[in-house]
């Protein structure tokens, strides 16, 4: 199984980008996104919970991220609208399906990974 990450890039504050992440062998019962910028660690983003089709997102992103999900294609997106200067980082995708809800917001409750995109937002 792969995750193929696409979509970042550099853009000014205040513009969008959408990311993608392909999942090439099956589907996931949780598919989502994590950040790492420079000297810090991984931070969770949003994920999207196939069963209930429920998504959930970092309160940094609330209102501006939306996270959706194509399941013809195994397919996750996210949607970034309202960009700021602090959103710059390497964009993870992730994917798992014994995650526990309690758990999902951290890196360690995730089985696989796609290669990062960097998103980089001037000011």
């Known amino acids: 199984v792969q995750l193929q990450a696409s979509g970042g890039g550099l853009v000014q504050a205040g513009g969008s980008l959408r990311l993608s992440c392909a999942s090439s062998?099956?589907?996931?019962?949780?598919m989502g996104w994590f950040r790492q910028a420079p000297g810090k660690e991984r931070q969770f983003v949003s994920v999207?919970?196939?069963?209930?089709?429920?998504?959930y997102y970092s309160d940094s992103v609330k209102g501006r991220f939306t996270i959706s999900r194509d399941n013809a294609k195994n397919t996750v997106y996210l949607q970034m609208n309202s960009l700021k200067p602090e959103d710059t980082a390497v964009y993870y995708c992730?994917?798992?399906?014994?995650?526990?809800?309690?758990?999902?917001?951290?890196?360690?409750?995730?089985?696989?990974w796609g290669q990062g995109t960097q998103v980089t937002v001037s000011s």
């Open positions: 999207f919970k196939k069963s209930g089709m429920y998504t």
């Open positions: 062998g099956r589907p996931f019962g949780f």
């Open positions: 992730a994917a798992g399906d014994s995650v526990i809800m309690t758990s999902m917001r951290f890196a360690s409750a995730y089985d696989y």
